[in-house]
């Protein structure tokens, strides 16, 4: 349970990669500095050289997160290190992994292995793709594993926290409340390591003395211009900024924060003139464009081909099917017959000498689709071939249906469940094939609007009723409640509605699910009222796991959460004060919104609030308000939802 390289999958792969590439901690990347640095005392005292591998405290935070996150997360870290736990912290940047094509891998395959995890809660953390991954597998190894890993939160940020986290909240370091809410970066990373090292030193296997501090270097060697931008150090950036001709003052303020290359790429223009002090305008905007330049031509470098794919555009009605080699005979067959459907397929091409040349070598065919289809078997359940492919389209934000010809939820790795539970599957296992294929083209070509031909509702309900997020369609016969349910992933859209068209917005939410895009509507026992006097103060929602969390926050944690808002026009609806502040909500948040009419009104409606008709008048409406027109132009809805669902 200590993590490590992904050395379960080497074998398989015929992998002989060097050793080390979790271990290069602290002690590794400070022997060749001090090699030019001077110390400040005498030299480290020897130790017991550490196995390598063994790195089993996890640092769970958001990459995407702004620059003076970020730097308190570098503090914690820093002073952790310094703390006896230099070589028990597993943290990417100083894993020198950030810039890697399996970058996004090795972090879910680390959180898979850890004994201990801290994470670093924010609002950002909750609306950002990898950290709520390695939340969702912590959170399922808590409760499956053999020895499920200790976990510590610490709110950096005030945000709504799921209810799933419940457990672990007695203890949590809180950063948000009291005179500590005001306190510096430092004194707040401080009180953490002083909160949780009396727990922290019961888990390390190493208890490495703290080195002594480096002094920078003082001259300038223009290394720099052959390392990454991301691994800069504070006298790399120091050296590009004197190359630059930045004014002396300017560049001690960089050097004061600690500015790195990994800080240095959160910076903002904003940032600089409000934490580093830089008031010169032409000085932030000559930095960032250097910097923007730097990394344009990072991306053209050959090690940098899995940006490059990153960039490149999907095509419409392909698939990619992901499968284990034992499988070739099930792919074959299953390509076949998606060709007969004149459905564009691709596949691996080669195996290669190890995992990253295996990605290499097939990522350009898994960018240029814009669906991946995973066949999941007993083969598939435990390959490395389809575990890295899976995690590869998922950083490139592909949409991933798996084809369940096989119940193996049990045997999934945390990451696999965590990543293919929340997106749809068919299954095939227990339906016919000819059924489970018709699903397959629905979700793949979803229904478009053809002249002089009204599809039937039950067709699109038979289609919808096929298509199920897996933890769904696994979970019965499995036995266990998986989290999170539905109503807990990061919905794609948002409805609102007034409670009088209830059972249509159902069916709006159940056919947007069925084409992949997950949705969040108020659809419960409690109402929102027979008038336009709003009810969501009266009651929280009735299910069990929302017991606490009242609509209101439900709501905005949602809104916020959300890529598109759909709002349900009727006369009531624009007569509601909580529709009202829904689109106020949507306005102020800079979400788009698509308005469908489920009952017929003069565009735009007339007897709406100013601010609604306001928001409304510039927006074109999609007529749903008969059935003939809901089965015609529902397509309308989809396409208009992906268009603003589009990266």
Same mark, same amino acid.
């Given at each position: 349970?200590?993590?490590?390289?992904?050395? *379960?999958?080497?074998?398989?792969?015929?992998?002989?990669?060097?050793?080390?590439? %979790?271990?290069?901690?602290?002690?590794?990347?400070?022997?060749?500095?001090?090699?030019?640095?001077?110390?400040?005392?005498? =030299?480290?005292?020897?130790?017991?050289?550490?196995?390598?591998?063994?790195?089993?405290?996890?640092?769970?935070?958001?990459?995407?997160?702004?620059? $003076?996150?970020?730097?308190?997360?570098?503090?914690?870290? &820093?002073?952790?290190?310094?703390?006896?736990?230099?070589?028990?912290? @597993?943290?990417?940047?100083?894993?020198?992994?950030?810039?890697?094509?399996? @970058?996004?891998?090795?972090? $879910? /395959?680390?959180?898979?292995?850890?004994?201990?995890?801290?994470?670093? !809660?924010?609002?950002?953390?909750?609306?950002?793709?990898?950290?709520?991954?390695?939340?969702?597998?912590?959170?399922?190894?808590?409760?499956?594993?053999?020895? =499920?890993?200790?976990?510590?939160?610490?709110?950096?940020? =005030?945000?709504?926290?799921?209810?799933?986290?419940?457990?672990?909240?007695?203890?949590?370091?809180?950063?948000?409340?009291?005179?500590?809410?005001?306190?510096? !970066?430092?004194?707040?990373?401080?009180?953490?390591?002083?909160?949780?090292?009396?727990?922290?030193?019961?888990?390390?296997?190493?208890?490495?003395?703290?080195?002594?501090?480096?002094?920078?270097?003082?001259?300038? %060697?223009?290394?720099?211009?052959?390392?990454?931008?991301?691994?800069?150090?504070?006298?790399?950036?120091?050296?590009?900024?004197?190359?630059?001709?930045? &004014?002396?003052?300017?560049?001690?303020?960089?050097?004061?924060?600690?500015?790195?290359?990994?800080?240095?790429?959160?910076?903002?223009?904003?940032?600089?003139?409000?934490?580093?002090?830089?008031?010169?305008?032409?000085?932030?905007?000559?930095?960032?464009? /250097? +910097?923007?330049?730097?990394?344009?031509?990072?991306?053209? +470098?050959?090690?940098?081909?899995?940006?490059?794919?990153?960039?490149?555009?999907? &095509?419409?009605?392909?698939?990619?099917?992901?499968?284990?080699?034992?499988?070739?005979?099930?792919?074959?067959?299953?390509?076949?017959? !998606?060709?007969?459907?004149?459905?564009?397929?691709?596949?691996?091409?080669?195996?290669?000498?190890?995992? /990253? /040349?295996?990605?290499?070598?097939?990522?350009?065919?898994?960018?240029?689709?814009?669906?991946?289809?995973?066949?999941?078997?007993?083969?598939?359940?435990?390959?490395?071939?389809?575990?890295?492919?899976?995690?590869?389209?998922?950083? $490139? *934000?592909?949409?991933?249906?798996?084809?369940?010809?096989?119940?193996?939820?049990?045997?999934? &790795?945390?990451?696999?469940?965590?990543?293919?539970?929340?997106?749809?599957?068919?299954?095939?296992?227990?339906?016919?094939?000819a059924d489970g294929m018709d699903v397959l083209e629905h979700q793949v070509r979803p229904l478009r609007k053809v002249a002089g031909?009204?599809?039937?509702?039950?067709?699109?309900?038979?289609?919808?009723?096929?298509?199920?997020?897996?933890?769904?369609?696994?979970?019965?016969?499995?036995?266990?409640?998986?989290?999170?349910?539905?109503?807990?992933?990061?919905?794609?859209?948002?409805?609102?509605?007034?409670?009088?068209?209830?059972?249509?917005?159902?069916?709006?939410?159940?056919?947007?699910?069925?084409?992949?895009?997950?949705?969040?509507?108020?659809?419960?026992?409690?109402?929102?009222?027979?008038?336009?006097?709003?009810?969501?103060?009266?009651?929280?929602?009735?299910?069990?796991?929302?017991?606490?969390?009242?609509?209101?926050?439900?709501?905005?944690?949602?809104?916020?959460?959300?890529?598109?808002?759909?709002?349900?026009?009727?006369?009531?609806?624009?007569?509601?004060?909580?529709?009202?502040?829904?689109?106020? #909500?949507?306005?102020? #948040?800079?979400?788009?919104?698509?308005?469908? +009419?489920?009952?017929?009104?003069?565009?735009?409606?007339?007897?709406?609030?100013?601010?609604?008709?306001?928001? !409304?008048?510039?927006?074109?409406?999609?007529?749903?308000s008969t059935d003939k027109l809901f089965k015609q132009n529902f397509y309308q809805v989809l396409e208009r939802v992906k268009k603003?669902?589009?990266?």
């Amino acid at each position: 349970n200590e993590v490590s390289q992904p050395s *379960d999958d080497v074998e398989k792969l015929k992998v002989a990669e060097p050793q080390g590439g %979790t271990d290069s901690g602290f002690h590794e990347s400070t022997k060749s500095a001090m090699k030019t640095e001077k110390t400040l005392g005498p =030299p480290p005292t020897s130790h017991k050289k550490r196995k390598p591998g063994k790195k089993g405290i996890y640092f769970s935070y958001c990459p995407e997160a702004a620059y $003076l996150e970020k730097k308190f997360v570098v503090e914690t870290v &820093r002073q952790l290190k310094e703390n006896n736990l230099s070589e028990d912290i @597993w943290f990417d940047k100083d894993e020198k992994n950030i810039d890697a094509p399996t @970058w996004f891998t090795q972090r $879910l /395959e680390a959180v898979e292995k850890c004994r201990a995890a801290i994470l670093i !809660l924010s609002d950002s953390y909750f609306q950002c793709t990898m950290s709520l991954y390695e939340g969702k597998v912590l959170l399922d190894r808590t409760r499956s594993a053999s020895k =499920p890993p200790q976990l510590f939160l610490v709110l950096y940020s =005030p945000t709504d926290i799921p209810p799933q986290y419940a457990p672990f909240l007695d203890n949590i370091v809180d950063l948000t409340s009291g005179k500590i809410a005001k306190s510096s !970066l430092a004194e707040k990373s401080s009180m953490v390591v002083g909160s949780l090292s009396v727990f922290l030193e019961k888990l390390s296997t190493a208890m490495v003395p703290a080195l002594p501090p480096l002094v920078a270097e003082t001259e300038f %060697t223009g290394q720099y211009k052959k390392t990454k931008l991301c691994h800069w150090t504070v006298n790399d950036v120091q050296e590009w900024l004197a190359a630059m001709k930045v &004014r002396e003052f300017f560049c001690q303020a960089f050097a004061e924060n600690g500015i790195d290359g990994f800080l240095l790429m959160a910076l903002t223009e904003q940032d600089m003139l409000t934490y580093l002090s830089i008031e010169s305008r032409i000085v932030r905007k000559k930095i960032l464009s /250097e +910097m923007l330049q730097i990394l344009d031509n990072e991306q053209k +470098m050959r090690e940098s081909w899995h940006l490059r794919v990153r960039a490149k555009r999907p &095509r419409a009605d392909t698939v990619y099917l992901v499968y284990d080699p034992a499988d070739v005979r099930l792919a074959q067959n299953m390509k076949a017959d !998606l060709l007969k459907k004149n459905i564009q397929v691709e596949t691996h091409d080669k195996l290669g000498q190890s995992k /990253e /040349e295996f990605l290499q070598i097939n990522a350009p065919r898994i960018a240029g689709c814009k669906n991946i289809l995973v066949l999941l078997t007993e083969a598939a359940a435990s390959s490395p071939f389809v575990f890295n492919e899976v995690l590869f389209a998922e950083w $490139l *934000d592909r949409t991933i249906v798996t084809a369940l010809f096989k119940n193996v939820w049990l045997k999934l &790795r945390p990451a696999m469940k965590a990543i293919l539970g929340d997106n749809p599957g068919i299954d095939f296992e227990t339906k016919m094939y000819a059924d489970g294929m018709d699903v397959l083209e629905h979700q793949v070509r979803p229904l478009r609007k053809v002249a002089g031909i009204v599809l039937e509702q039950a067709y699109l309900n038979r289609m919808a009723e096929g298509l199920k997020p897996l933890q769904v369609l696994a979970a019965p016969q499995s036995g266990q409640i998986v989290w999170p349910l539905t109503e807990y992933l990061e919905p794609k859209v948002f409805i609102s509605y007034q409670w009088d068209t209830q059972a249509r917005v159902d069916d709006i939410r159940t056919m947007l699910e069925s084409s992949g895009v997950t949705c969040w509507a108020d659809i419960s026992p409690v109402t929102r009222g027979h008038s336009s006097m709003s009810s969501r103060n009266a009651a929280p929602l009735s299910r069990p796991e929302t017991s606490d969390e009242p609509i209101t926050s439900q709501i905005q944690r949602n809104m916020r959460a959300c890529s598109v808002v759909i709002c349900c026009i009727t006369p009531k609806y624009i007569q509601s004060d909580n529709c009202s502040k829904d689109l106020t #909500l949507a306005e102020t #948040l800079h979400k788009p919104i698509v308005p469908i +009419m489920l009952r017929f009104l003069p565009w735009p409606p007339e007897g709406a609030p100013t601010a609604v008709r306001k928001i !409304l008048a510039r927006l074109s409406a999609v007529d749903l308000s008969t059935d003939k027109l809901f089965k015609q132009n529902f397509y309308q809805v989809l396409e208009r939802v992906k268009k603003h669902l589009q990266p």
